[in-house]
């Protein structure tokens, strides 16, 4: 080897040791000089809070996470994503709980000292970066996680916090911004069109957020106003925060198969109307429709499957009906505008005007569900439009309406309608439904519409099968009324068919399951008096569907 190489060699030597010493003292630093996130909580609920100060919004704000104030007013917000909090139990414990978080902060050993002014193309790596005065965000800051998505950046700036208009905080290699902290001694003001990432906790000063700001993090004060003015703002995911999945999806039976039914009222068409799914009605015609433009079944007059479906129809009403809300959204006038909803169940208490775009969000959960419950008639805007962002299917959203629904002209709506007494009586031109419109009672009507019901099942074309329409004939159930007893007979069992016997209540509960096992099955009940649905499955599929009384 010559001397070159010899010389090369040492040199790689001589890394490789600075290297593992390098390493090794790292391992000794105290945990204080390495960033870790502080415990905020209940205070993470929140996207803006205070703990002392008004909170205040003006413009057309798209908030997503809990709003609230333990001591100040709580004024000019239109519908949020979130619950809103005023000087209750709630904000009580996130007052507690921030001023936890910002003594943990504030008790970090810093391990790098940038400059005042940020951002300029600089990048962070993660630690505990402490800026002794004020600072300035000046067009882009980096946050380099180099790999490692559980790097957590702290930065403590002893004085306020400006960030320009149109400066952006932006994440690299695995960087997320619930792992982002900001503890900030005074103002922090974000000038009009800034991007800002991370949790921001204001001591004892307000925050500021200006007209075209987005906020993927939080804006907390210990004591302070917090402003905003037609922002975008929400709380980040990840980090341990918990995946959300909306309620548990109702069963809609037969119905599943039907794109547009009333159970009691006329369903009419006028135009070029394209159908996926069946049409019909349980106490009325179906009309004006084109065979040629519809992929099912036109029921033209009611018959076994309008029937089972107007049974089943009412199970999925109860049930949604009967959904515990997660968040009230306080303007129904209001509703649209380009709000953001995430998978929950939503109630209006009532009318609802909806005007121009609502996005459902599922936050990357494909089976995420939405409800959305309206006390009172739905109406849409021309044009209005709902969109589906990350994973949301229109097979997930349901709209339960306490009212007539009218959707405007070229809207493009997405989910399933549950009407109750109320007439679905617009579909109007151009409009296209990725879902079905389905009433307990009233008329329905369209003109030049697309309707799609989603997510078919797969036995739908057997449900008007000679097998379905001679149940009755197989199938015997007596008495009804019953009172301790009912039974239930089946002709001509086969061997290789799996026969169930399921109740229902009226709120779509299940109150009775059993396996029948022998062409005749007594079955004992002590359920309370009342009307129920039963439902007899061959194979897992809907057999006959009817009524029973228990005295």
């Keep these: 080897m010559n001397n070159t190489g010899q010389k090369q060699k040492r040199i790689t030597m001589k890394t490789k040791i600075i290297y593992s010493m390098f390493t090794a003292f790292l391992s000794f630093l105290p945990m204080a000089f390495l960033a870790q996130a502080p415990n905020l909580g209940t205070a993470a609920n929140f996207v803006i809070f205070s703990a002392s100060g008004a909170i205040t919004n003006s413009g057309i704000s798209q908030i997503t996470g809990n709003v609230g104030t333990n001591n100040g007013a709580l004024t000019g917000f239109g519908n949020v994503n979130g619950v809103m909090h ?4 709630a904000s009580a414990q996130a007052a507690a709980d921030l001023l936890i978080a910002y003594n943990q902060l504030n008790a970090v050993v810093p391990s790098s000292f940038p400059a005042s002014s940020l951002g300029n193309g600089q990048i962070l790596l993660p630690g505990n970066h402490a800026i ?3 600072s300035t965000i000046n067009l882009d800051l980096f946050l380099n996680a180099q790999g490692n998505p559980n790097a957590v950046f702290i930065i403590l700036i002893q004085g306020t916090l400006s960030a320009n208009a149109n400066s952006k905080i932006k994440l690299m290699n695995g960087a997320l911004a619930c792992n982002v902290f900001w503890k900030v001694e005074g103002l922090i003001s974000m000038a009009s069109g800034a991007s800002m990432k991370g949790t921001f906790i204001a001591n004892n000063a307000a925050i500021n957020m200006n007209t075209g700001d987005t906020l993927e993090g939080r804006a907390l004060s210990t004591a302070g106003a917090v402003t905003a003015d037609g ?7 990840g980090c ?7 309620p548990v999806a109702p069963d809609l039976g037969v119905a599943a198969c039907f794109a547009l039914f009333s159970s009691d009222g006329a369903v009419s068409n006028a135009g070029i109307t394209n159908l996926k799914g069946d049409v019909g009605s349980n106490n009325g015609s179906a009309s ?5 433009l519809v992929n099912g079944t036109i029921h033209a007059i009611p018959d076994d499957t309008t029937s089972r479906c107007a049974d089943d129809l009412l199970i999925a009403y109860n049930y949604l009906n009967n959904l515990s809300p997660d968040i009230e959204l306080l303007y129904p006038a209001q509703f649209g505008n380009n709000l ?19 996005y459902l969000n599922a936050q990357g959960n494909s089976n995420a569900v939405f409800v959305i419950q309206i006390n009172g008639a739905l109406t849409t805007s021309t044009y209005s439009k709902v969109v589906l962002l990350n994973g949301a299917l ?7 309406v306490e009212g007539a629904v009218n959707i405007n002209n070229y809207s493009i709506f997405r989910g399933t309608i549950v009407c109750n007494n109320g007439a679905l009586g617009a ?4 409009v296209v439904l990725d879902g079905r419109a389905l009433t307990t009672s009233g008329a329905l009507s369209s003109t030049n519409v697309t309707v799609t019901a989603t997510k078919l099942p797969t036995d739908c074309a057997s449900l008007t099968s000679g097998l379905v329409e001679n149940a009755k004939e197989a199938i015997s159930i007596y008495p009804n009324p019953f009172e301790t007893y009912v039974s239930v007979n089946l002709n001509n069992i086969l061997e290789d068919h799996d026969y169930n016997f399921k109740i229902y209540n009226l709120m779509g509960e299940e109150v009775l399951n059993t396996i029948l096992y022998t062409e005749s099955t007594k079955i004992q009940s002590n359920l309370p008096s009342g009307v129920y649905i039963y439902k007899v499955f061959d194979n897992q599929r809907t057999f006959q569907t009817g009524k029973l009384v228990r005295h």
């Design 427 to 430: 579909l109007n031109t151009g």
């Design 132 to 134: 002794t005065g004020a």
């Design 231 to 237: 922002i975008l703002a929400y709380t980040p995911i």
């Design 240 to 246: 341990g925060s918990p995946v959300l999945t909306g």
């Design 288 to 292: 004006g429709f084109d065979p040629l």
């Design 394 to 400: 229109s097979e997930n959203v349901y709209w339960k």
């Design 340 to 358: 953001v909803l995430t998978p929950h169940t939503y109630i209006m208490q009532g009318a609802c005007s909806f005007t121009d775009t609502l």
């Design 86 to 89: 005023n000087a209750d139990g």
